[in-house]
């Protein structure tokens, strides 16, 4: 059973960095077979894709353009696990931070994000 | 980007009745079209992918059906447990992933 737990501050002030961890188990960071999303849910922007790692002969990412140049998610084959940093936050980055696998092979449903992380509100205030 | 808009925003049905719940793609995204369940404080949780096939473990009174720009999700004999929120999702522009913006079902 995959399971994925995050880890990270509730509270950013503003100008800082924002920062969250997602913990795998029963899966792999570096599986061919899966993408590790973050995406986040605001009441003024819904649910919002923010940004992905996969591994597929080698490490690719790719970022929405909402955030591209705020945002930066990194792989940890060590630790298994994957990591979301996002700079220079506002007000409007308050919201509830997920993570979560796309499946896009082997015995999981496909094209879809079958497994969540339990989520973390994050507040961005002085 | 693919806008995804949900119909109706919220709506209200009594235990044992039956839904629907309409998302329409602008523009083509043969069946690549997810369902999820939110409740209250919890992350969603993935129903329905690829428009009609039923994730492992959900009842099967959930339904979905589509192609193309138009889905629907169907509850019949609604159970108490099953008011909560629904998203739709396309993954056919991977990896914009976009979500409508949400069907919340309330008891009647």
């Known amino acids: 059973q995959v399971q994925l737990q995050q880890s990270g501050p509730g509270l950013v002030k503003p100008s800082q960095t924002l920062s969250l961890t997602c913990a795998i188990s029963g899966d792999t960071v570096s599986s061919d077979s899966a993408a590790w999303n973050w995406i986040r849910q605001s009441p003024s922007r819904g649910l919002e894709w923010l940004g992905r790692?996969?591994?597929?002969?080698?490490?690719?990412?790719d970022y929405a353009v909402s955030v591209k140049s705020r945002i930066s998610i990194n792989p940890d084959t060590s630790k298994n696990q994957f990591s979301l940093q996002l700079n220079s936050v506002t007000p409007e980055d308050t919201a509830v931070y997920y993570c979560?696998?796309?499946?896009?092979?082997?015995?999981?449903?496909?094209?879809?994000?079958?497994?969540w992380g339990q989520g973390t509100a994050v507040t961005v205030s002085s | 980007d693919i806008q995804m808009t949900q119909s109706p925003s919220s709506l209200s049905a009594s235990v044992g009745g039956r839904v629907t719940i309409t998302c329409r793609a602008s523009q083509s995204i043969n069946t690549y079209l997810n369902w999820y369940q939110q409740k209250p404080g919890k992350a969603p949780k993935l129903l329905i992918y690829s428009a009609s096939s039923l994730q492992s473990g959900v009842p099967s009174r959930f339904s979905g059906s589509g192609s193309g720009t138009d889905f629907t999700l169907t509850i019949s004999s609604l159970q108490p447990e099953d008011f909560a929120t629904y998203f739709c999702?396309?993954?056919?522009?991977?990896?914009?992933?976009?979500f409508g913006q949400g069907t919340k079902l309330e008891i009647q």
């Open positions: 999702q396309q993954s056919y522009s991977t990896p914009m992933y976009t």
């Open positions: 790692t996969y591994y597929m002969s080698e490490w690719y990412n």
């Open positions: 979560a696998r796309y499946c896009t092979g082997g015995v999981c449903p496909h094209y879809a994000m079958d497994v």
